[in-house]
C-alpha cells in the first residue's frame, strides 16, 4: 500500500512533459528571448533609426535612405574621432598587454605572501570605471593633483601647461586610468596561461644551459600565443568603445583632443540627433566585426 502511495507521490511531483523531452527548445528559450530584447532589437532599431532623419519642425523621424551614412562618411569630426579611438586602443592595449605579461612573470611563483599579492590584483577590477575616472581627474588636477604634483618634480610636465590642458596629454591622461584598472586582467590572464604550461620543456632548457631570456622567447612567448590572442581580442573590443574615462576625465577635450567614435555618438545623442548618432554606433560595430573576424582568422583564435 506505501508503495502504490509513493508511487503516486512521485508521479505528481513529475515535471512537465516539455520539460523532460529530449527537444532542447525549452531550454533554449529564455536566453533566446534575452538576447532578441536586449541585442537583436536595439540593434535592428538602430539600423531602422539610421535610415531616417529627424524633422526639426515636426520633431518626426522621416525616411532618408543613405542620408546619415553620407553624412558620417563626409563629417571630418566622425574621422578624427575614428583616428583618435585607434590611437587611444593600439597603445593602452600595447603597454597593458607588455606590463600584464611582465607582471604575471614576477608573480609566477609559490613563494609565501605572493598569493595575496595575486589576489590582490582583482582589487582594481571591482572599481566602478566612473569612480576610477573620479580619481584619476583629482589626482591630475593642474593645481593640486598628486599625480601632477610629481609630474612637475620630475620635470615631466611644466606647471604652466597641466597634463588635462594639452592636446598632446590629455589623452594620455585617460590612458593612465584604463592601464591602471585593466592591466590586472591582462596578469591574471597571463598568470593562468602561465601555470597551464608544461614543465617538461623549461626543464630541458635548464639543463641545456638557455638563460631567462632565451626561455622566455623562445619557450614561454610561443607558448602562451593563443592565451594572448584571446587577452588582445577581448581588451581590444573593450577600448575601442571606450566611453566612460573620456566622459569624466576630460569630456573630450581639450577641443576634441580626446574625443573617442563612442563618446562622439553619445554627445549626438543627447543633442537630439537620434539617427546620426545610431549611424555612428553602427559604425563602431561594422569596425568592430571586420577587425576582429581579421585578427581571428590571422591568428587562428580557437574558443
Same mark, same amino acid.
Given at each position: 500500500m506505501s508503495d502504490a502511495v509513493s508511487v503516486e507521490r512521485a508521479r505528481g511531483l513529475a515535471l512537465p512533459r516539455f520539460l523532460t523531452a529530449d527537444s532542447p527548445v525549452p531550454w533554449?528559450?529564455?536566453?533566446?528571448?534575452?538576447?532578441?530584447?536586449?541585442?537583436?532589437?536595439?540593434?535592428?532599431?538602430?539600423?531602422?533609426?539610421?535610415?531616417?532623419?529627424?524633422n526639426v519642425l515636426t520633431r518626426q523621424l522621416d525616411f532618408a535612405g543613405g542620408y546619415q551614412w553620407v553624412k558620417a562618411f563626409s563629417d571630418a569630426r566622425m574621422w578624427g574621432a575614428l583616428e583618435t579611438t585607434l590611437l587611444y586602443t593600439f597603445v593602452a592595449l600595447a603597454l597593458q598587454l607588455v606590463l600584464g605579461i611582465l607582471i604575471a612573470l614576477l608573480l609566477d611563483t609559490d613563494r609565501r605572501g605572493y598569493g595575496v599579492l595575486r589576489a590582490?590584483?582583482?582589487?582594481?577590477?571591482?572599481?566602478?570605471?566612473?569612480?576610477?575616472?573620479?580619481?584619476?581627474?583629482?589626482?591630475?588636477?593642474g593645481s593640486f593633483g598628486v599625480l601632477s604634483f610629481y609630474l612637475y618634480a620630475l620635470d615631466l610636465v611644466s606647471p604652466a601647461r597641466p597634463l588635462l590642458?594639452?592636446?598632446h596629454?590629455?589623452?594620455?591622461?585617460?590612458?593612465?586610468?584604463?592601464?591602471?584598472?585593466?592591466?590586472?586582467?591582462?596578469?591574471?590572464?597571463?598568470l593562468a596561461g602561465l601555470r597551464s604550461l608544461p614543465k617538461d620543456?623549461?626543464?630541458?632548457?635548464?639543463?641545456d644551459g638557455a638563460s631567462a631570456v632565451q626561455t622566455f622567447f623562445r619557450l614561454t612567448l610561443p607558448m602562451l600565443r593563443k592565451v =594572448?590572442? /584571446?587577452?588582445?581580442?577581448?581588451?581590444? &573590443?573593450?577600448?575601442? %568603445?571606450?566611453?566612460d574615462y573620456v566622459y569624466i576625465i576630460t569630456a573630450g577635450g581639450p577641443g576634441t583632443a580626446t574625443?573617442?567614435?563612442?563618446?562622439?555618438?553619445?554627445?549626438?545623442?543627447?543633442t537630439g540627433d537620434f539617427p546620426y548618432a545610431a549611424t555612428l554606433s553602427l559604425i563602431v560595430l561594422i569596425?568592430? =566585426?571586420? /577587425?576582429?573576424?581579421?585578427?581571428?582568422? &590571422?591568428?587562428?583564435? %580557437?574558443?
Open positions: 533554449l528559450l529564455p536566453i533566446t528571448a534575452m538576447l532578441t530584447v536586449f541585442g537583436l532589437y536595439p540593434l535592428g532599431y538602430s539600423i531602422w533609426l539610421s535610415l531616417h532623419k529627424r590582490m590584483m582583482t582589487l582594481p577590477l571591482v572599481v566602478p570605471p566612473a569612480v576610477t575616472g573620479m580619481m584619476f581627474l583629482l589626482m591630475q588636477d590642458t594639452q592636446p596629454t590629455a589623452l594620455i591622461a585617460v590612458m593612465l586610468a584604463d592601464i591602471w584598472q585593466w592591466t590586472p586582467f591582462m596578469v591574471l590572464i597571463m620543456p623549461f626543464e630541458a632548457a635548464a639543463i =594572448i590572442a /584571446v587577452a588582445v581580442l577581448i581588451r581590444g &573590443v573593450d577600448l575601442f %568603445r571606450i566611453y574625443e573617442t567614435l563612442s563618446f562622439y555618438a553619445g554627445r549626438i545623442y543627447f569596425v568592430l =566585426i571586420v /577587425v576582429s573576424n581579421i585578427f581571428v582568422r &590571422v591568428f587562428k583564435v %580557437r574558443f
